[in-house]
């Protein structure tokens, strides 16, 4: 298992959540880290009641830490200017992704999110790892806890739900993709 923290945005955990497989994160991560602006967005009225619950139960489980971005802190003060675009010539960045971003660069830590054109330049200039759905499920048919079908049938279910994933099927994105992927984004951090 990967001894780096993971700081996950929300839409990377709701491709799982909302196909109620939330559960095959803990084959790869012994702990979920949830940063606060990231629980409000899943848990807003308009939330699905699957997502809803089951991130409560995991975090009563003690598998979902939700982490506060403490006012004046060091990772406040990052989110702040990622928030407010101050670190990408005046883009805006997501409540969500600026607060694992911000976590991530204060902790040594990795960003476990989808959205890559808010948060690639951002995690590049801080040398800060990505993880995303297509490379969590690329390892874990890689570590044989899900098979090719398998893996193939969780990536059409994603797609479903109308999240967007970099190829239209999983063993398209592992033939031509992954590789390319891990050196870029994971930047050849174990997972």
């Known amino acids: 298992m990967n001894s780096k923290p993971i700081f996950y945005d929300s839409d990377f955990l709701i491709c799982f959540l909302e196909i ?33 619950n089951t991130l409560n139960k995991l975090i009563d489980q003690n598998k979902v830490e939700v982490r506060e971005l403490e006012f004046h802190s060091p990772e406040y003060t990052k989110y702040l200017c990622i928030n407010k675009g101050y670190w990408t010539n005046g883009k805006a960045i997501g ?63 994603i797609i479903k739900k109308n999240q967007i994933l970099p190829k239209k099927d999983f063993i398209t994105y592992y033939d031509e993709l992954y590789d390319e992927d891990i050196d870029k984004l994971l930047k050849n951090c174990s997972l």
């Open 95 to 157: 409540m969500g992704e600026s607060s694992a971003m911000a976590l991530a660069i204060e902790n040594n830590g990795i960003v476990a999110s989808n959205n890559l054109n808010d948060i690639f330049e951002i995690c590049n200039q801080f040398d800060v790892p990505i993880v995303t759905v297509s490379i969590v499920l690329s390892k874990l048919y890689e570590l044989n806890y899900i098979s090719k079908k398998e893996a193939e049938l969780l990536w059409l279910k």
């Open 20 to 52: 109620g497989e939330v559960e095959l994160l803990f084959n790869l991560f012994s702990k979920i880290i949830v940063p606060s602006p990231v629980y409000n967005e899943l848990t807003t009225k308009k939330s699905p009641s699957l997502v809803k």
